[in-house]
């Protein structure tokens, strides 16, 4: 059988599965991996407490990227891409950005650049800590504004490289076969409303796979994820200056906040309508909070923290829809998850609080006691177990603490629930599949050690030690795969996980 037809026969024989299967639902598209700033991988098939309990779990590999650091601002955690298809094969692919402006993309399997590219020059000077300039915002993926779905997980945590989709004779597809032998059981939920859940679509579908970046200038820019090549000019998105964070593509509208008031730039949300070219903005009475920016509900509709209020604003536009005022100052970004069919809002207040809000009409729902541990900071993160208990996790000051959400006569609550062992320096944690990774950031003085801790127990299944040279400051945590990936300052991004032969 000529070449041609035999490539067309494979396309043709994995169609199927196109329509069955959902494109990333295992993929980390954005800061917090969805629009929602879950940070939550549920799909992952490796990693989960059943799997922590056997050996190997470790460092898998480490690079050191291109590009300087700028005051705290470092490497950023990278948008994943675990099932790309090319002239090559099939591909993971991770992309990392730097304060410098380097982009650059990592083959996760075999830790091997694939592609750099710088998207100009930085100004001149160090910086302070609060502006640090450069490149300071996340890359992205076009991803979609619905809880993402629960099925069947592309991140298995392979223990062999990517390969060839030809199998042996009379076998059919490596890919069809393996897809055959995979088990995995989604949490139970309840039946969703049409466009709550983000719609399946097809990794084989013939569509360009693009990586989204705020270059230094402010310009946004849409990469080729095979190659770094533009196939367009970069588009105006952000004054120069500004100190972006938490972008995201969704719709085709890309959204980014800007914070600090750097180079004159207002505090505020914006919004580029990619096809129109069109910018969009809104100012921040009192700045922006937290780490992730802001968090979107499946309608689109983007939830912002600034000062003592909590802001809900009309996909696109950015026109206010309503308010809520918490009587203290927030501490972190927000974050949304569902509730019995409700949005709810939830973020950190400086008391020590933890309120939840109806996203709906932005009333409040419930609240935490005060933690004794101090306010939480930078952003939460959610996640809900398979018996249906939801979750939230709080970086405080020198741990993380795990909180249940509750109903109480028809009424939410939020309880105490476990605490992470001591840390110097908390950051956001991530959780796959049951198990939280919390990290200790750590300082000058104390390098960033990573925690795999139970996320129902709270115990502590593995720890890196001294795997992670240096601190982590605004690299974070971003995982997919059967991996955990940690940017330490030092612009080296490790990964975590399962060996996997070569």
Same mark, same amino acid.
């Given at each position: 059988?000529?070449?041609?037809?035999?490539?067309?026969?494979?396309?043709?024989?994995?169609? =199927?599965?196109?329509?069955?299967? #959902?494109?990333?639902? #295992?993929?980390?598209?954005?800061?917090?991996?969805?629009?929602?700033?879950?940070?939550?991988?549920?799909?992952?098939?490796?990693?989960?407490?059943?799997?922590?309990?056997?050996?190997?779990?470790?460092?898998?590999?480490?690079?050191?990227?291109?590009?300087?650091?700028?005051?705290?601002?470092? %490497?950023?955690?990278?948008?994943?891409?675990?099932?790309?298809?090319?002239?090559?094969?099939?591909?993971?692919?991770?992309?990392?950005?730097? $304060?410098?402006?380097?982009?650059?993309?990592?083959?996760?399997?075999?830790?091997?650049?694939?592609?750099?590219?710088?998207?100009?020059?930085?100004? $001149?000077?160090?910086?302070?800590?609060?502006?640090?300039?450069?490149?300071?915002?996340?890359?992205?993926?076009?991803?979609?504004?619905?809880?993402?779905?629960?099925?069947?997980?592309?991140?298995?945590?392979?223990?062999? =490289?990517?390969?060839?989709? %030809?199998?042996?004779?009379?076998?059919?597809?490596?890919?069809?076969?393996?897809?055959?032998?995979?088990?995995?059981?989604?949490? &139970?939920?309840?039946?969703?409303?049409?466009?709550?859940?983000?719609?399946?679509?097809?990794?084989?579908?013939?569509?360009?796979?693009?990586?989204?970046?705020?270059?230094?200038?402010?310009?946004?820019?849409?990469?080729?994820?095979?190659?770094?090549?533009?196939?367009?000019?970069?588009?105006? +998105?952000?004054?120069?200056?500004?100190?972006?964070?938490?972008?995201?593509?969704?719709?085709?509208?890309?959204?980014?906040?800007?914070?600090?008031?750097?180079?004159?730039?207002?505090?505020?949300?914006?919004?580029?309508?990619?096809?129109?070219?069109?910018?969009?903005?809104?100012? @921040?009475?009192?700045?922006?909070?937290?780490?992730?920016?802001?968090?979107?509900?499946?309608?689109?509709? *983007?939830?912002?923290?600034?000062?003592?209020?909590?802001?809900?604003?009309?996909?696109?536009? *950015?026109?206010?829809?309503?308010?809520?005022?918490?009587?203290?100052? /927030?501490?972190?970004? =927000?974050?949304? +998850?569902?509730?019995?069919?409700?949005?709810?809002?939830?973020?950190?207040?400086?008391?020590?609080?933890?309120?939840?809000?109806?996203?709906?009409?932005?009333?409040? *729902? #419930?609240?935490?006691?005060?933690?004794?541990?101090? &306010?939480?900071?930078?952003?939460? @993160?959610?996640?809900?177990?398979?018996?249906?208990?939801?979750?939230?996790?709080? &970086?405080?000051?020198?741990?993380?603490?795990?909180?249940?959400?509750?109903?109480?006569?028809?009424?939410?609550?939020?309880?105490?629930?476990?605490?992470?062992?001591?840390?110097?320096? =908390?950051?956001? &944690?991530?959780? /796959?599949?049951?198990?939280?990774?919390?990290?200790?950031?750590?300082?000058?003085?104390?390098?960033?050690? *990573?925690?795999?801790?139970?996320?129902?127990?709270?115990?502590?299944?593995?720890?890196?030690?001294?795997?992670?040279?240096?601190?982590?400051?605004?690299?974070?945590?971003?995982?997919?795969?059967?991996?955990?990936?940690?940017?330490?300052?030092?612009?080296?991004?490790?990964?975590?996980? /399962?060996?996997?032969?070569?």
């Amino acid at each position: 059988m000529p070449h041609m037809f035999r490539a067309a026969a494979f396309v043709c024989a994995l169609t =199927p599965l196109s329509a069955q299967f #959902g494109p990333a639902i #295992g993929d980390w598209m954005t800061i917090g991996h969805d629009a929602q700033r879950s940070h939550w991988a549920r799909n992952d098939g490796k990693i989960s407490p059943e799997e922590m309990k056997k050996p190997g779990f470790g460092l898998v590999w480490k690079v050191k990227l291109k590009g300087e650091a700028r005051q705290t601002s470092s %490497v950023t955690p990278p948008a994943l891409l675990d099932f790309y298809i090319g002239y090559r094969g099939f591909r993971t692919l991770g992309f990392s950005g730097s $304060a410098s402006g380097n982009i650059t993309a990592i083959d996760t399997d075999l830790s091997r650049v694939e592609w750099e590219k710088n998207l100009g020059p930085v100004a $001149a000077g160090a910086g302070t800590a609060a502006c640090p300039g450069g490149m300071t915002a996340n890359l992205a993926r076009h991803t979609a504004s619905g809880y993402p779905a629960a099925g069947i997980p592309r991140g298995q945590g392979r223990r062999t =490289p990517a390969q060839s989709g %030809v199998g042996q004779p009379n076998q059919g597809a490596v890919t069809l076969q393996q897809q055959q032998q995979r088990q995995f059981t989604p949490p &139970p939920v309840a039946a969703a409303k049409p466009g709550r859940t983000a719609p399946p679509g097809s990794p084989f579908a013939r569509l360009p796979q693009y990586v989204h970046a705020i270059g230094p200038d402010g310009k946004f820019h849409s990469l080729y994820a095979s190659n770094g090549d533009e196939p367009n000019e970069a588009v105006d +998105f952000l004054p120069a200056g500004a100190h972006a964070r938490g972008l995201i593509v969704f719709g085709n509208v890309a959204y980014a906040a800007t914070v600090n008031g750097c180079g004159g730039v207002p505090d505020g949300i914006w919004s580029l309508d990619i096809r129109e070219k069109k910018v969009t903005s809104w100012k @921040a009475p009192a700045g922006i909070t937290g780490t992730a920016g802001f968090a979107a509900a499946p309608d689109g509709t *983007l939830y912002v923290s600034s000062g003592s209020e909590l802001f809900a604003l009309e996909a696109g536009t *950015l026109k206010q829809k309503s308010s809520y005022s918490a009587g203290a100052k /927030f501490t972190t970004s =927000p974050l949304v +998850f569902e509730f019995k069919g409700k949005d709810v809002v939830a973020a950190g207040l400086e008391d020590g609080t933890v309120h939840l809000v109806d996203g709906a009409g932005l009333n409040l *729902l #419930g609240k935490s006691a005060a933690s004794a541990s101090g &306010p939480a900071s930078g952003a939460l @993160a959610s996640w809900q177990e398979a018996g249906g208990q939801r979750w939230l996790l709080a &970086p405080l000051k020198s741990e993380v603490a795990a909180m249940k959400v509750v109903e109480r006569d028809g009424a939410l609550a939020v309880e105490a629930g476990w605490s992470s062992p001591k840390m110097v320096s =908390p950051r956001t &944690p991530m959780v /796959f599949h049951g198990v939280v990774f919390a990290l200790d950031g750590g300082d000058g003085r104390n390098r960033a050690v *990573l925690h795999a801790v139970d996320g129902a127990s709270g115990k502590t299944m593995w720890m890196s030690k001294d795997a992670i040279a240096g601190q982590v400051t605004t690299g974070g945590l971003a995982g997919g795969g059967g991996r955990v990936y940690v940017g330490a300052h030092d612009g080296t991004q490790y990964a975590f996980g /399962f060996p996997m032969e070569h």
